[in-house]
């Protein structure tokens, strides 16, 4: 079955600084989808950003990146320049792709806090 | 811009009776999802489905139901309430084929009393 495991609860960095969430998963899959997601104080969770199991070259969104290490099976999110709003639960998600299942499974989530 | 319209936001039950969270999505995407968000799980998938008539057991299906009608209407079920399903509920909703991202809706809040 598959997984996906954070284990930072929570973080905090003062604002303009880069950090970096960490995020591994398990898999039979040969071929998957990882996913960042981020939810805001309202309670809204939007989506930021992908990685392809296939694809070798690290996902890029705005101020938003991946560090995709898939012999470790490993995404982390890195947020460079970091701002006020960023402050947000940011969580991990992975699809399998040939299993037929869709099932879309998160992880617990990490809290990150960013300080003036 | 995808929308996904969950209904009530908030709703108060009383332990033993029946709860039915709805869900509706104007996007006619396949797949739909339930999930429930507890402090120090994370998102935790209880049901989802592939498309109209079709429901699947995710990781915590127990003591819920799911039905789906239509493309558009997907249902969470409390046959019978417990304390322990006091949770704020998500439902999702995506064209998953190509790895494409899932759409949230605001979420509701159940309390069983």
């Known amino acids: 079955a598959q997984k996906v495991t954070q284990t930072q609860t929570s973080i905090s960095v003062v604002e303009k600084t880069t950090v970096t969430m960490d995020c591994v998963y398990e898999?039979?899959?040969?071929?998957?989808?990882l996913f960042w997601y981020k939810q805001t104080a309202s309670g809204e969770i939007v989506f930021l950003i992908r990685?392809?199991?296939?694809?070798?070259e690290n996902a890029t969104v705005g101020h938003y990146s991946l560090n995709f290490q898939k012999p470790k099976s490993s995404i982390g999110l890195i947020i460079t320049a970091t701002q006020i709003e960023d402050s947000a639960v940011y969580f991990c998600a992975m699809r399998e792709a040939s299993s037929g299942s869709w099932q879309l499974i998160f992880g617990s989530g990490t809290q990150l806090t960013v300080m003036p | 811009e995808a929308a996904v319209t969950q209904s009530p936001r908030n709703k108060v039950a009383v332990t033993g009776g029946k709860v039915t969270l709805s869900c509706n999505q104007t996007n006619n995407h396949n797949n739909m999802y339930w999930y429930r968000q507890d402090t120090g799980h994370g998102l935790r998938l209880i049901h989802y489905?592939?498309?109209?008539?079709?429901?699947e057991k995710g990781d915590i299906p127990d003591g819920y139901k799911a039905s789906r009608p239509s493309q558009e209407n997907f249902s969470l079920i409390l046959e019978l309430a417990t304390p322990s399903q006091t949770s704020v509920y998500f439902c999702?909703?995506?064209?998953?084929?190509?790895?494409?991202?899932?759409?949230f809706g605001k979420g509701t809040r159940l309390t069983v009393v």
């Open positions: 489905s592939y498309g109209a008539g079709s429901t």
């Open positions: 898999t039979r899959d040969s071929s998957y989808f």
């Open positions: 999702a909703s995506g064209d998953v084929t190509g790895g494409t991202e899932v759409f």
């Open positions: 990685q392809d199991s296939y694809k070798k």
